[in-house]
């Protein structure tokens, strides 16, 4: 059998079409290709089925608050806090290690505690001094070694207002951190000194 022949034989075969020739060929790679786009389809449709699943899975969850008297009490590491009344969008981590809370104008706050500083081998000072580096400049700065807590506010990088406190025990530690626009400094300054007044940290920290 000559070689053309047994081609055409392969391609009649294969597509198991009666009709000799190219034509066949022809409908055969149509075929395929229609069943490559149907399939590239499907699978396109089960990518955005599992994405949607994916998105609609919450990696946080929206803490329940009283708008006239907002407060937050952590389960995890037993600190607790109050702020002013407001509108806020109220979140808890999916690691439930605290909260972060926006007033959707610029203010973030964040409230949260951690495990065992002694771990990572950092003194209170060491931690003052890494935290000093998230300030472009530091416009306050206070230690207290027996009150176990250190502060800093300034400027970050995109020049918003930065305040941090944190309670360092040799336990746990826990932290406030505030961010908002430096134009709104004399509303938010309130909320920060109110928030900072009503936070009890958990654990060993003196109260």
């Given at each position: 059998?000559?070689?053309a022949?047994r081609?055409a034989v392969?391609?009649?075969?294969f597509?198991?079409?009666?009709k000799?020739?190219?034509?066949?060929e022809?409908r055969?790679?149509?075929s395929?290709e229609?069943?490559?786009?149907?399939?590239r389809?499907?699978a396109f449709?089960?990518?955005l089925?599992?994405?949607?699943l994916?998105?609609?899975?919450?990696r946080?969850?929206?803490?329940?608050?009283?708008p006239?008297?907002?407060?937050?009490?952590?389960?995890r590491?037993?600190f607790s806090?109050?702020?002013?009344?407001?509108?806020?969008?109220?979140?808890e981590?999916?690691n439930?290690?605290?909260?972060?809370v926006k007033?959707?104008?610029g203010?973030?706050?964040?409230?949260?505690?951690?495990m065992?500083?002694?771990?990572?081998?950092l003194s209170?000072?060491?931690?003052?001094?890494?935290?000093?580096?998230?300030?472009?400049?530091?416009?306050?700065e206070?230690?207290?070694?027996?009150?176990c807590?250190?502060a800093?506010s300034?400027y970050a990088?995109?020049?918003?207002?930065?305040?941090?406190?944190?309670?360092?025990?040799?336990?746990e530690?826990?932290t406030?951190?505030?961010?908002y626009?430096a134009?709104?400094?004399?509303?938010?300054?309130?909320?920060?000194?109110?928030a900072?007044?009503?936070f009890?940290?958990?654990?060993?920290?003196?109260?």
């Amino acid at each position: 059998m000559r070689p053309a022949v047994r081609m055409a034989v392969r391609v009649r075969f294969f597509c198991n079409e009666q009709k000799a020739g190219w034509r066949s060929e022809d409908r055969c790679a149509r075929s395929r290709e229609k069943k490559m786009k149907t399939g590239r389809s499907a699978a396109f449709g089960l990518c955005l089925v599992l994405i949607l699943l994916c998105a609609s899975v919450p990696r946080a969850e929206d803490v329940p608050h009283d708008p006239k008297a907002p407060s937050y009490a952590n389960s995890r590491y037993g600190f607790s806090l109050q702020w002013l009344p407001g509108k806020y969008s109220v979140v808890e981590s999916d690691n439930g290690d605290g909260i972060t809370v926006k007033d959707g104008k610029g203010l973030t706050m964040l409230a949260y505690g951690g495990m065992d500083p002694a771990t990572f081998e950092l003194s209170i000072e060491d931690a003052m001094s890494e935290a000093r580096e998230s300030l472009k400049q530091v416009t306050y700065e206070k230690l207290d070694r027996k009150g176990c807590w250190f502060a800093l506010s300034g400027y970050a990088e995109d020049g918003k207002i930065r305040y941090i406190k944190c309670f360092y025990g040799p336990s746990e530690c826990y932290t406030l951190e505030f961010t908002y626009p430096a134009k709104a400094r004399a509303e938010y300054d309130k909320f920060v000194e109110f928030a900072v007044r009503h936070f009890v940290p958990g654990g060993d920290i003196p109260k």
